[in-house]
């Protein structure tokens, strides 16, 4: 059978508003039980002054959750909270929660009542039903399956003190079964009124001083407390994210007992544990450390510690580790067994063991405390990677363990020196922020910024933005969520954008290697290796009109792979001089193999042509402008923006009338074309040339879409044979004829979100529009 692991985690536990803060209280040695009147005045009805309480459980977001407001105001807290951190858990194994919706995935969750819906149903002429649909029980499992669409089994469990890791057990096993894909389980208890409390006191179970001294000679008895926890339960194979592997789970209950039903057995509890570990193969000296239920009472402690001393330690050469997160936050009942489990997870994932806190005279009913047998962690300890077991014991009899086993997973090493932009969303501006704030901390860390990127789409989220890593000083930006829409257009650049040392970073990525090899595999015949050219180019590699107009073909290629293969498909595209060749690619109506063959034929035409010396240059005049002063052999070859023209012409010719217009304070500024005066007059001799070599490569052209803007054919010809389709015919008359980006780049709608393709961005510098 598959491993089924844990792939997310989130959680609510006492002074910590998530896991994070939790582990910094666990592991600073922190009592999260305190005494303050958040839910009654202390020393209520002669209560224990202390009890752990969760910071504020007053805000829930109920729009965000598509709960109505009625509902939400008499909803019990306990379903707001799991609505909450399950959401949580599924970010956090770095899924976007939509990607879930429809899928066969189980909820499952411990829960042992609601203290709300009394409250919220006293008065039967206020009743409106919705306290009803808001605090029955069976709905903070329901609730969760409708709002994320999940069709699995939907449960809420309540076997008292094990609910929530029995409520593991059973999504457990339900997976191994095929009744689900994937679990969300859950664990939820608040202490709202007094009355339960009041119960627990009569029947001799709560600690009066308010702690839990696990293992302790002091042990007198409980201290309540609050949690809500969920995890989300996968198979390994599609687990983004893997804190533990779930061994083995099980349960059984402790039947009759002459001392009472409360009364705990362990003797069944060692059953229990001793099956399951000899069920899956696992020698006792294997296990490292046990999460004991360890609740700091006096009959409860030596029955489960004597039992785990039965199962483990009769071979062991070193003492069996164990601990009690009951002795940092209290015992959050049914929701104890999954706040254990957050601090096993965190402390496997940190690397050390979190120290039991009220732990200073060994219980003398349990001998192995002092013999050498066991060792309560009472100082952070590291891990060392052995197997790790989990106990959970209901007061009615209820007995559930679970066994872990470390994922030892391997950070994946990240790219040096490479930026990298990361997105995030967020309901507010202050969470996206955050989480950018996150990505800077953990910018080594590829993992992490993977997770983040995939969680970056999720829906109904108010803000969105990103950060660039490696970028100096730091980018980032934040912006609310646009309500419409923006089309997408993308702008393949010419000529000018290649430079020594283009490619090389991303050659780094994948996915944009993949796509260079692709290229290299298609220019095999021509005995051009651009994967090697890009490598170890050097200043004088993109002098050669072959080496450039392949090198950016390439680039520019594996640009829209990558951007296809994060989920970006153009609205429009347009594109300048040889990135009509990039165009056509990702209009789809040329294959990578034709685009980069091409380039490669228009470099080696005009390589091999006897062109005479030419020149270009980028002047500040307009497109007519330039028409009426251009000398004699000089013509507007590229309309760049409305004040901007490039000129092409003899080189002679070309140098002079960009001196003439300095000298009138005009700019104007010569640029490297390796002597060849593009798109200018000069390129109708080699266009037969080009024409044959072009037919072979594009021997059946395919109709252009309505999507590629053409910039080498008038708007007014567009319906002309020649304009239709993506043919050899098309790509020599983008070489000898005019650059209409101006025309083009009008076209481009005013909201659009434009991305420039290309080694170098250029284009976007000459024109504002393109400055989005």
């Not at 994070?20 to 999260?32: C, K, Y």
């Not at 926890?229 to 099980?250: D, E, I, P």
């Not at 962690?377 to 679970?402: E, Q």
């Not at 052999?633 to 003899?650: F, K, L, Q, R």
Request: glycine share 10%; net charge negative.
């Amino acid at each position: 059978m598959e491993d089924i692991v844990i792939a997310g985690i989130s959680g609510r536990l006492p002074e910590s508003n998530n896991l994070e803060e939790f582990w910094e209280n666990l592991l600073g040695g922190v009592d999260m039980v305190t005494e303050d009147d958040r839910r009654w005045k202390p020393g209520l009805y002669g209560l224990p002054r202390r009890n752990g309480k969760l910071k504020d459980i007053s805000h829930f977001d109920a729009a965000f959750f598509g709960v109505h407001p009625k509902q939400a105001n008499t909803m019990d807290p306990q379903l707001r909270l799991m609505l909450e951190v399950s959401y949580e858990a599924i970010v956090d194994a770095g899924l976007n929660p939509g990607s879930l919706r429809g899928t066969k995935t189980g909820v499952y969750i411990g829960v042992s009542g609601s203290e709300a819906g009394e409250a919220f149903s006293k008065d039967p002429e206020e009743l409106l039903g919705y306290s009803m649909t808001g605090c029955q029980r069976a709905m903070l499992a329901n609730r969760l399956s409708y709002f994320f669409d999940f069709s699995g089994p939907s449960t809420a469990i309540d076997t008292a003190c094990s609910s929530s890791l029995l409520a593991l057990e059973n999504a457990f096993h339900a997976i191994h079964l095929g009744q689900c894909e994937a679990a969300l389980v859950g664990g939820v208890n608040l202490l709202l009124k007094p009355n339960t409390s009041v119960q627990f006191m009569k029947l001799g179970m709560l600690s009066p001083e308010g702690t839990c001294k696990s293992f302790d000679a002091s042990g007198n008895g409980y201290c309540r407390s609050e949690a809500a926890v969920a995890v989300l339960l996968t198979k390994r194979s599609v687990a983004k994210r893997m804190y533990a592997t779930v061994v083995n789970a099980g349960n059984n209950t402790d039947g009759h007992k002459e001392q009472g039903v409360t009364f705990p057995s362990g003797q069944m509890q060692q059953r229990l544990v001793s099956s399951l570990y000899e069920e899956a193969g696992i020698c006792p000296e294997q296990v490292e450390y046990i999460e004991a239920h360890g609740t700091g009472t006096k009959v409860g402690d030596p029955q489960e510690v004597n039992g785990i001393v039965g199962v483990f330690c009769d071979k062991r050469t070193e003492p069996l580790l164990i601990g009690s997160t009951k002795s940092n936050m209290g015992h959050p009942e049914p929701a104890s067994g999954l706040a254990a489990l957050a601090k096993v997870v965190l402390s496997l994932e940190k690397g050390v063991w979190a120290p039991n806190l009220h732990y200073s005279n060994p219980n003398t009913d349990i001998p192995a405390l002092t013999d050498g047998r066991l060792r309560v962690v009472d100082r952070p300890i590291p891990v060392k990677g052995g197997i790790v077991g989990i106990n959970s014991f209901g007061f009615g009899g209820s007995n559930v363990h679970v066994i872990l086993r470390p994922s030892n997973c391997r950070k994946v090493e990240g790219i040096k020196s490479a930026t990298r932009v990361v997105p995030a969303c967020g309901r507010t501006e202050a969470a996206v922020r955050v989480l950018l704030q996150k990505a800077q901390e953990h910018s080594e860390d590829p993992g992490f910024l993977s997770l983040l990127t995939d969680i970056s789409s999720a829906a109904g989220m108010a803000f969105r933005g990103y950060t660039v890593l490696g970028s100096e000083p730091n980018i980032s930006e934040v912006q609310p969520t646009q309500s419409t829409h923006r089309p997408v257009w993308y702008i393949c650049s010419g000529m000018g954008t290649q430079w020594t040392g283009m490619g090389q970073s991303l050659m780094q990525l994948s996915d944009f290697r993949a796509s260079i090899l692709r290229s290299d595999k298609a220019l095999k015949k021509t005995g051009l290796v651009v994967s090697k050219m890009l490598m170890e180019a050097t200043d004088d590699t993109f002098e050669d009109t072959i080496n450039a107009f392949v090198g950016l073909a390439a680039i520019q290629i594996a640009q829209i792979d990558l951007l296809k293969k994060i989920g970006l498909q153009p609205d429009g595209i347009v594109g300048h001089s040889v990135g009509e060749l990039a165009c056509g690619y990702a209009d789809g109506s040329l294959s990578q193999e034709e685009a980069v063959l091409a380039a490669y034929w228009r470099g080696r035409c005009i390589k091999e042509a006897s062109l005479p010396p030419g020149g270009m240059a980028a002047v500040g005049l307009t497109w007519e402008e330039c028409k009426a002063q251009c000398p004699k052999g000089v013509v507007p070859a590229c309309h760049n923006a409305e004040d901007t023209v490039t000129i092409s012409g003899p080189q002679d010719a070309v140098h002079r009338f960009v001196q003439e217009l300095k000298e009138k304070g005009v700019f104007a500024k010569e640029v490297r074309s390796a002597g060849v005066a593009f798109h200018s007059y000069f390129m109708a001799s080699l266009a037969p040339a080009l024409l044959a070599a072009l037919q072979k490569v594009i021997k059946k052209p395919r109709t252009r879409s309505g999507r590629w803007v053409s910039t080498s054919i008038p708007q007014s010809a567009w319906d002309t044979p020649l304009a239709l389709s993506s043919s050899a015919e098309y790509h020599v008359n983008n070489l000898v004829s005019p650059v209409l980006f101006q025309e083009g780049l009008s076209l481009v709608p005013e909201d659009a979100v434009v991305l420039e393709i290309a080694p170098h961005a250029l284009l976007q510098v000459q024109n504002p529009r393109l400055d989005i």
